[in-house]
């Protein structure tokens, strides 16, 4: 069986992604992919070899055929998107897929058509396989392309044998994360000492107590503000959720990632030996 995890913030900024590429470096027989897909980076990490790209349709978008146009102008009466000027001139930048266009016109002459939104990658890493993928600028259905990374991840790990999958979620609680965390087997949260990472972190939590998905916490950066990290745990502790660990505040991160390494590999220090040992308690959890 394939079990699942996803690693996520309230806030960006927590250090969720570092994290989850070390965890990549330490797990055995797993797939990592990367739902960040609005702001993907975990590929500059892990260095991956392209073997497959796949192009992804978010929301279609209206066409016209000004051949078979009557000039009616219904087009632009019923579009609340301003994607039709007076004289019927389209603007495709401008179309949220409603589809009321097709719908009104009395010739036919609006098809909704797909647009391509965004790719979708199945890698090599020196780590095993990466799924990753980009939304174009602008583009929006980026749960959808979650959901396609999610699905391709599994393909792979059945093909291959694997029997983990490491998700990098994004942070937030929009569609995204609920994508990117529904129907997995854990979900790791890190939280940084802040007042915003605290707020957010625990709407993170209450997404992830309403879906009945078991949660635990990582508290990264934890010696910037001892009394916000002792509240963290308080609250964690009132709510039967458990702290796995706690990381440093630690300039060997920033060094790691300019290396193109994971922190892991990077050092033996203080902050690679406590990620090590929050993976071995993130194993426990999974098993």
Same mark, same amino acid.
């Given at each position: 069986?394939?079990r699942e995890l996803t690693?996520?913030?309230? =806030?960006?900024?927590?250090?969720?992604?570092?994290?989850?590429?070390?965890?990549?470096?330490?797990?055995?027989?797993?797939?990592?992919?990367?739902?960040?897909?609005?702001?993907?980076?975990?590929?500059?990490?892990?260095?991956?070899?392209?073997?497959?790209?796949?192009?992804?349709?978010?929301?279609?978008?209206?066409?016209?055929?000004?051949?078979?146009?009557?000039?009616?102008?219904?087009?632009?009466?019923?579009?609340?998107?301003?994607?039709?000027?007076?004289?019927?001139?389209?603007?495709?930048? =401008?179309?949220?897929?409603?589809?009321?266009?097709?719908?009104?016109?009395?010739?036919?002459?609006?098809?909704?058509?797909?647009?391509?939104?965004?790719?979708?990658?199945?890698?090599?890493?020196?780590?095993?396989?990466?799924?990753?993928?980009?939304?174009?600028?602008?583009?929006?259905?980026?749960?959808?392309?979650?959901?396609?990374?999610?699905?391709?991840?599994?393909?792979?790990?059945?093909?291959?044998?694997?029997?983990?999958?490491?998700?990098?979620?994004?942070?937030?609680?929009?569609?995204?994360?609920?994508?990117?965390?529904?129907?997995?087997?854990?979900?790791?949260?890190?939280?940084?000492?802040?007042?915003?990472?605290?707020?957010?972190?625990?709407?993170?939590?209450?997404?992830?107590k309403h879906f009945r998905?078991?949660?635990?916490?990582?508290?990264?950066?934890?010696?910037?503000?001892?009394?916000?990290?002792?509240?963290?745990?308080?609250?964690?502790?009132?709510?039967?959720?458990?702290?796995?660990?706690?990381?440093?505040?630690?300039?060997?991160?920033?060094?790691?990632?300019?290396?193109?390494?994971?922190?892991?590999?990077?050092?033996?220090?203080?902050?690679?030996?406590?990620?090590?040992?929050?993976?071995?308690?993130v194993e426990k959890e999974?098993?």
């Amino acid at each position: 069986m394939v079990r699942e995890l996803t690693v996520i913030s309230g =806030k960006g900024g927590c250090g969720k992604t570092t994290l989850t590429a070390s965890f990549s470096a330490l797990a055995r027989n797993h797939v990592t992919a990367d739902a960040d897909v609005d702001a993907a980076d975990m590929h500059i990490l892990l260095d991956p070899k392209v073997l497959r790209t796949e192009r992804f349709h978010g929301l279609n978008i209206a066409k016209m055929n000004d051949e078979l146009c009557i000039n009616c102008g219904k087009c632009y009466e019923n579009c609340r998107y301003g994607a039709f000027d007076p004289d019927n001139t389209l603007h495709p930048e =401008k179309c949220e897929g409603c589809a009321v266009c097709e719908l009104v016109c009395p010739v036919g002459a609006i098809d909704m058509v797909e647009r391509e939104a965004g790719e979708a990658y199945v890698s090599e890493t020196r780590f095993g396989p990466l799924i990753h993928a980009k939304l174009h600028a602008g583009e929006e259905a980026s749960g959808k392309l979650v959901a396609l990374v999610r699905e391709r991840a599994r393909q792979v790990a059945e093909d291959q044998g694997k029997d983990l999958i490491i998700i990098d979620g994004p942070p937030g609680t929009g569609c995204t994360v609920i994508s990117s965390m529904t129907g997995v087997d854990l979900v790791l949260v890190v939280i940084e000492p802040s007042l915003s990472g605290i707020h957010d972190s625990k709407r993170i939590l209450d997404v992830a107590k309403h879906f009945r998905i078991p949660s635990v916490v990582c508290i990264n950066k934890y010696d910037i503000n001892k009394e916000n990290t002792h509240s963290i745990m308080e609250f964690c502790r009132n709510e039967g959720i458990e702290v796995v660990g706690k990381l440093p505040y630690d300039e060997t991160a920033t060094k790691a990632m300019m290396g193109g390494k994971t922190v892991v590999e990077f050092s033996e220090g203080e902050l690679s030996q406590s990620i090590k040992e929050i993976w071995r308690r993130v194993e426990k959890e999974l098993i």
